[in-house]
């Protein structure tokens, strides 16, 4: 199992970023997938998941209204398309496969002016 976070960067506060996670080595479209957050200092956090088929979505309060989670089971990619970004949502942001436990290697997300 491989994933492969990107789209991370340097934003300032009020823009938009799009990450990406690429998936291989298992069956992509049969797993509900998630993007979780680590703060420096703080603990991992659940952001937003969402099932197989992409149907139904899942976000952190925070959050909601400004990230969404979408994915391309054809192109084995889940994407976090992030919005009105503030301050606190610096992080390194996570893919993960619900149920098999696999994690992405990280992409690092800054807002700042």
């Known amino acids: 199992v491989q994933l492969v976070e990107s789209g991370g960067g340097l934003v300032q506060p009020g823009g938009s970023l799009r990450l990406s996670c690429a998936g291989s080595?298992?069956?992509?479209?049969?797993?509900?997938m998630r993007w979780y957050r680590q703060a420096p200092g703080k603990e991992r956090e659940l952001v937003a998941s969402?099932?197989?088929?992409?149907?139904?979505?899942n976000y952190q309060d925070s959050v909601k209204g400004r990230f969404t989670i979408s994915r391309d089971n054809a192109k084995r990619t889940v994407y976090l398309q992030m919005n009105s970004l503030k301050p606190e949502d610096t992080a390194v942001y996570y893919c993960?496969?619900?149920?098999?436990?696999?994690w992405g290697q990280g992409t690092q997300v800054t807002v700042s002016s």
């Open positions: 993960y496969v619900h149920l098999l436990g696999y």
């Open positions: 969402i099932t197989g088929t992409g149907v139904t979505t």
């Open positions: 080595g298992f069956a992509f479209s049969g797993y509900a």
